[in-house]
């Protein structure tokens, strides 16, 4: 299996400030990128960069957002794994791919970000059949986590935080929680994608208790039916 299969292809860019999530989170990362822009005038002072971050909480609010940010904001290339092709590999080779992977990351001086990092980093305590793999596998991304360079980004994200292995949790510098968002936060994200739409289109109902995610889905779904029915009336009165 070749990196291109381990690997998703997504070149989206995004700017930190167009991030929605709690001010607490944003600066955080808005320090950490800073460290990485100054980051050989702290070498001088033997100060380390943050470059290991957890992103976790609730689906849809935000985490591969945020990676995507980060790597724009430092112009980083992003390297966004696949991590079901890699589980669905021979259990053997589950540890050879997060190599290849964290060398890819290394060589290319990129942001590496591992989605559902749950998968390849449960806890060793865990009652599995595979333990003795999964042992090893935890024991390979310790190693990996250990000697990544701080000119390079590790982010990892997870829905389910009490999962992951306490000594890779350790690794981390940084985490962050990502909650639902409250109904304030969903009208300022609602008043920005409503925005491209034609003003008669824009005042329709809103749904809140909602992930970003899932109120991106209905924005989507409710404005194609807007305008496909105003497109089939326009199209009925010319004939």
Same mark, same amino acid.
């Given at each position: 299996?070749?990196?291109?299969?381990?690997?998703?292809?997504?070149?989206?860019?995004?700017?930190?400030?167009?991030?929605?999530?709690?001010?607490?989170?944003?600066?955080?990362?808005?320090?950490?990128?800073?460290?990485?822009?100054?980051?050989?005038?702290?070498?001088?002072?033997?100060?380390?960069?943050?470059?290991?971050?957890?992103?976790?909480?609730?689906?849809?609010?935000?985490?591969?957002?945020?990676?995507?940010?980060?790597?724009?904001?430092?112009?980083?290339?992003?390297?966004?794994?696949?991590?079901?092709?890699?589980?669905?590999?021979?259990?053997?080779?589950?540890?050879?791919?997060?190599?290849?992977?964290?060398?890819?990351?290394?060589?290319?001086?990129?942001?590496?970000?591992?989605?559902?990092?749950?998968?390849?980093?449960?806890?060793?305590?865990?009652?599995?059949?595979?333990?003795?793999?999964?042992?090893?596998?935890?024991?390979?991304?310790?190693?990996?986590?250990?000697?990544? @360079?701080?000119?390079?980004?590790?982010?990892?994200?997870?829905?389910?935080?009490?999962?992951?292995?306490?000594?890779?949790?350790?690794?981390?510098?940084?985490?962050?929680?990502?909650?639902?968002?409250?109904?304030?936060?969903?009208?300022?994200?609602?008043?920005?994608?409503?925005?491209?739409? @034609?003003?008669?289109?824009?005042?329709? @109902?809103?749904?809140?208790?909602?992930?970003?995610?899932?109120?991106?889905?209905?924005?989507?779904?409710?404005?194609?039916?807007?305008?496909?029915?105003?497109?089939?009336?326009?199209?009925?009165?010319?004939?």
């Amino acid at each position: 299996m070749n990196l291109y299969e381990l690997t998703v292809n997504d070149t989206e860019k995004i700017a930190i400030q167009d991030l929605f999530f709690s001010d607490e989170n944003k600066a955080v990362l808005e320090q950490t990128i800073k460290e990485h822009l100054y980051i050989e005038e702290l070498k001088k002072y033997k100060l380390q960069v943050d470059n290991k971050i957890l992103l976790h909480g609730h689906s849809g609010c935000g985490k591969t957002t945020t990676a995507k940010a980060i790597a724009t904001a430092l112009n980083k290339e992003i390297i966004i794994v696949n991590l079901s092709t890699i589980i669905n590999a021979k259990i053997g080779e589950t540890s050879k791919n997060v190599k290849a992977l964290f060398d890819k990351a290394i060589r290319e001086n990129a942001v590496l970000f591992l989605d559902e990092f749950d998968q390849i980093a449960k806890s060793r305590e865990n009652d599995d059949k595979d333990v003795a793999e999964m042992k090893r596998l935890v024991n390979t991304i310790i190693q990996l986590i250990d000697y990544f @360079p701080t000119n390079c980004l590790l982010i990892c994200a997870t829905n389910f935080y009490n999962s992951i292995d306490t000594a890779l949790l350790r690794r981390f510098q940084i985490k962050l929680k990502f909650e639902m968002p409250t109904k304030t936060q969903l009208d300022l994200y609602y008043d920005k994608i409503l925005n491209i739409f @034609p003003i008669h289109f824009q005042d329709i @109902p809103r749904k809140y208790e909602v992930s970003y995610a899932e109120a991106k889905d209905y924005v989507n779904t409710t404005m194609k039916g807007l305008i496909i029915a105003e497109l089939e009336l326009l199209k009925k009165q010319k004939v």
